[in-house]
C-alpha cells in the first residue's frame, strides 16, 4: 500500500480498492485481474487463486479466516493479524 502514492496504513480498504472508478483495479484486485478464475472460467479470480497459480505448494489446510469490512484501516488489519500471530506463536 505505501508504494501507491496517496495511500498509507492509515487508508481504508475501500480507499485502494475504489469500486467507483471503472475498469480500475486498486492494491488488492490488481493482484489477481489476469487470473483465469478456476470455477467461472473468466478473467479476475480471487487473491488466492492468483497465489495458487504461481505456487501450487502454498495449498494447507485453512486454520484462520481473515474477515474485514472496507472500512478498515489496513493499520487495523495489520495490528489484528501481528497480534493473533504473536499469541498463537507462528
Known sequence: VEAT????VTSTINEIE????KDFHGVIRRKSAD???PISGRKGSSYVYAKL???PSIIGRATVMLSYAWSYKIRDI???????????HF
Open 18 to 21: 475504489d469500486l467507483r472508478v
Open 35 to 37: 487470473t483465469i478464475c
Open 78 to 88: 495489520i495490528d489484528s493479524l501481528e497480534y493473533h500471530f504473536s499469541v498463537n
Open 53 to 55: 497459480e504461481k505456487d
Open 5 to 8: 502514492p496517496g495511500l498509507d
